[in-house]
């Protein structure tokens, strides 16, 4: 993604906004506890199993968004406030974010959302490899992360791997009945393929 240029000027606000201290780490500040990450695997259990029974696309479609909530709380404040600025970072210069990304799985390692920001900036940056690489530690710590599995098909896409594409992209909808993938590109890499629609 290019960006254009306007001088230097601009990039020292964003980047005071985007770091958390003079040398842009994240504060510390408690860890969840036991009780809360098991209260946060039980909600995010339920709603799966809600996604996978409702037939209703506008309740598909908020049962999902849910689940994007509870994949960007952390339980942790700081990390939460760190990933809001690289979500925004994202948006506009997101090799910008990929240092607070960098901070963020450093310190929490077991935080699958962690990780899927950083493969999508790494995405981004076009640095594939890194980004699958990230992917897999996301699909180790959430199987079911539907947005994942989503790219690692657009990266296997861009890499001109259409049946690994389509793989992917199908593991997603098995997790994600509503992926807004399945009305044009999965039906297209299915027909380029040759593979029958399932």
């Known amino acids: 993604m290019r960006y254009p240029r306007r001088g230097f000027w601009w990039v020292l606000p964003v980047l005071a906004l985007l770091t958390g201290g003079p040398d842009g780490s994240i504060a510390q500040t408690a860890a969840p506890t036991q009780q809360e990450t098991a209260a946060r695997q039980q909600r995010l259990d339920a709603l799966f199993a809600s996604l996978k029974t409702t037939k ?4 598909g479609d908020a049962i999902v968004a849910e689940i994007w909530q509870v994949w960007m709380q952390s339980g942790d404040a700081g990390l939460d406030e760190a990933m809001q600025r690289a979500v925004l970072a994202m948006g506009h210069v997101p090799g910008l974010a990929l240092p607070i990304l960098d901070d963020i799985v450093a310190r929490a390692p ?4 962690g990780w899927n920001k950083r493969a999508t900036v790494l995405f981004l940056l076009g640095e594939y ?4 690489a990230d992917i897999d530690r996301v699909l180790a710590l959430e199987p079911r992360h539907f947005g994942a599995l989503a790219g690692q098909g657009f990266i296997r ?3 001109g791997e259409s049946r690994q594409a389509l793989k992917a992209l199908r593991r997603a909808l098995a997790v994600n009945p509503f992926l807004k993938e399945r009305h044009g590109l999965i039906p297209a890499l299915e027909k380029e393929t040759g593979e029958e629609p399932i």
């Open 157 to 159: 896409m861009n890499q």
């Open 110 to 113: 077991q935080w699958a959302e």
């Open 56 to 59: 209703d696309e506008t309740e």
């Open 129 to 132: 490899d890194r980004s699958l």
